[in-house]
């Protein structure tokens, strides 16, 4: 059992490294991924916890992950809250890690996607950049979906100048204290936070990045939570998110 996060220890370390895993109706996956990602965890670090954020699920997400955390103890920590969308979970999860002391964070999401093996070039790489972002090179999820990404790069672009590889993308090893002050400008209202989150990374440019190519799995039940019908909507409104949040960016630097 992971001491760090026990009151009871004496002197209690920090975790090394928190894994954010925001979750909302993923009965079918999460079992799946908690079961797979944490044997491939201790393999290269001694000292992580998983922060599992339930975002107000309507199924049985959060009695499985109950479940999960009797089995596995403090290795994993179990976060419910009220639904406020996938982006949002994300920067609580990253909030909460700053918390704990954690010196690295990794994001994942819940649906089986995330491949665990390539988790050991993300952490072989983590003193060669503050940001470790995966590169979608493959994925099992249709071409459509590389239609969006390429799309969303596309435009980050030339809107913004800002060249995101894979903006969207969930698999993002970080330094914990890089993003803390990056993460609080961005409005409580930003739905599609994970993208904003990327291209202040890459306006940043004291922030250095690599990444590592990674393939992308088919999801396992559930839905995406932008479908494909709604993605021109969601452009618009990014867009418009994006552009009011650098504009107050630029206010406050002024």
């Known amino acids: 059992m992971n ?7 004496p002197n209690p370390t920090p975790p090394e490294l928190a894994v954010v895993i925001p979750i909302y109706n993923e009965q079918d996956a999460i079992q799946k991924v908690i079961q797979e990602w944490i044997p491939e965890l201790e393999k290269w670090c001694h000292n992580f916890v998983i922060l599992a954020i339930d975002d107000g699920s309507r199924d ?7 479940q999960l955390q009797a089995q596995f103890g403090q290795r994993l920590l ?3 809250r009220p639904n406020r969308g996938h982006g949002q979970t994300c920067l609580e999860g990253y909030h909460r890690a700053s918390k704990l002391g954690a010196r690295l964070v990794l994001q994942i999401d819940s649906d089986w996607q995330c491949d665990p093996r390539y988790f050991a070039a993300f952490w072989q790489a983590r003193n060669q950049a503050l940001i470790i972002s995966g590169i979608r090179t493959s994925r099992d999820d249709g071409w459509k979906r590389i239609i969006v990404t390429k799309t969303l790069r596309l435009m980050l672009l030339l809107a913004f100048q800002v060249d995101c590889p894979d903006a969207n993308v969930p698999y993002r090893l970080m330094q914990t204290e890089v993003i803390q002050s990056i993460i609080r ?4 209202d930003f739905h599609l936070a994970n993208v904003a989150l990327a291209v202040l990374l890459r306006r940043d440019k004291s922030v250095t990045h690599t990444y590592v190519p990674i393939g992308f799995r088919e999801r396992y039940g559930g839905e995406p939570s932008v479908k494909l019908p709604l993605f021109g909507k969601k452009a618009i409104e990014l867009y418009r998110d994006i ?3 650098l504009t107050n960016q630029a206010k406050s630097i002024q």
């Not at 049985?60 to 109950?66: E, M, Q, V």
């Open 3 to 9: 001491s760090a996060l026990d009151p009871h220890a």
């Open 60 to 66: 049985n997400s959060l009695a499985i992950l109950h």
């Open 78 to 80: 179990v976060i419910t």
């Open 185 to 188: 400008q961005i409005p409580g």
């Open 243 to 245: 552009q009011v949040m």
